[in-house]
């Protein structure tokens, strides 16, 4: 670790130790600069971080099906049906399912987001035309994991098949970062590359969308977090 890392990492742990878990406070900049392609936010107890762009609506990709998939689980029939293809849209981001359950519920996303206050998050005319943002989908798993903390949504991150769907690799971005316990991805499909992903490990939240790469996107995180979680928030 460099001397500049050192000097970041104490300063986080140092603010950590200073407040107690129950309050948040805003963080210093913990890390270098984040090229803008990348927008980042991270939520915890004692720490929450974003970067200037952390609030930018953009495309939710398959980020959005995380609030189809908690509508349908809290507020749906309660069927095998409906959480077969919860199952499939956490685990494997089966676009198939995401069709079927959000024709079911359209009002999903949007109930989704006024419920947690997630203001830069809209459904559009589907599913996949959602709109959404790093800090929105932070804010949203960090709320999971203090009022529902049980949620099949959080093991379903946690046992994300290797492959989606179709065919995709799962192990980019958030997912590389000290500490996860799950993770949730997106992406494009046609266009200029765009990804996302969005994980959850002990006591914290943290989402990345890149306008680029999978490559750039995990380059982008690791740079940014990766010291930095791990010495607040080990396993």
Known sequence: MGKRSTVIVGACFALALAF????????????????????????????????????????????????????????????????????????YSDDGAATELDSKYPQAIDAVAAEYHLTETGRGAEWGTATTSAADVSDFLAAKQRTDPESPILRWMADAGATAADGTAQDWGTARLPSVRGTKWGWSDAGEPEVASASYGPGFAVTAHTRGTADEQTADVMDALAEVIAVLFPR
């Not at 984040?34 to 971080?49: D, F, G, K």
């Not at 099906?65 to 293809?85: E, F, I, N, Q, T």
Request: charge should be neutral.
């Open 20 to 91: 107690p878990f129950s309050t948040a406070h805003a963080a210093p900049d913990i890390p270098p600069p984040v090229p803008p392609r990348t927008a980042i936010a991270l939520r915890s107890p004692v720490l929450q971080w974003g970067t200037p762009n952390e609030h930018e609506r953009r495309s939710g990709l398959s980020l959005t099906k995380l609030y189809v998939v908690d509508y349908a689980l809290r507020h749906g029939d309660h069927s095998a049906a409906d959480r077969d293809l919860s199952e499939r849209m956490i685990s």
